[in-house]
């Protein structure tokens, strides 16, 4: 008689330690509480990803802000917004590859997208390719209608190192030739 009762007391046991998936003993699922965070409610949905990123980059705290975009990646699929943003917190952070990379892609996905249009002019200015950035700078002033000033402004940057490029004399490099003067004297010549 003693066994079937020790039997029915393991079972029991067992059965209260597995999660079933069903409410637990206040009538909650067990899974909802357990995974929320004190004071969030779990029926709501959380704030948007692309809008925690842009304070975040406000803020000037891009990792998290490279977080944020990451998670809104995951709400949104990676759309031309999310591309952009994510390319923005690489290049404030120094990652020009993977800046280049993902604005890159942006700029695929949508040629009149203004801020990835400057946003890679800016990486290719840092990289010192004036010729390029400068094109990207001319499409998001035309796409802007020239309505944003940083936008004016990296275009008047990219004109004038294009045409520092082009308009800069070479260096010329002296040349110098030895003259002899008398039995062990040399003087030294140059040609400009």
Avoid at 29 to 45: C, L, Q, S, W, Y
Avoid at 174 to 190: A, D, I, K, Q
Wanted: charged fraction near 25%; aromatic fraction near 6%.
């Amino acid at each position: 008689m003693v066994r079937p009762f020790l039997a029915a007391s393991v079972l029991l046991s067992l059965a209260a330690c597995n999660n079933t998936g069903g409410a637990g003993l206040f009538g909650k699922p067990d899974d909802v509480t357990r995974n929320t965070p004190f004071g969030a409610d779990p029926r709501e949905d959380g704030v948007d990803g692309l809008i925690v990123g842009h304070r975040l980059m406000a803020a000037s705290e891009y990792e998290l802000a490279l977080k944020a975009y990451l998670r809104a990646a995951g709400q949104h699929g990676f759309t031309v917004d999310v591309l952009s943003a994510l390319g923005s917190a690489n290049l404030h952070l120094g990652r020009l590859n993977q800046a280049e990379d993902l604005l890159r892609k942006a700029v695929k996905e949508d040629r009149n997208f203004v801020p990835a249009l400057n946003n890679l002019g800016v990486v290719l200015m840092e990289r010192g390719q004036y010729g390029e950035a400068r094109v990207l700078f001319q499409q998001a002033f035309a796409a802007d209608s020239g309505q944003t000033d940083s936008i004016r402004e990296n275009l008047k940057l990219a004109i004038a190192k294009t045409e520092d490029d082009v308009y800069a004399d070479p260096e010329e490099t002296p040349r110098f030739t030895l003259v002899r003067r008398g039995h062990s004297t040399y003087e030294l010549l140059s040609r400009l």
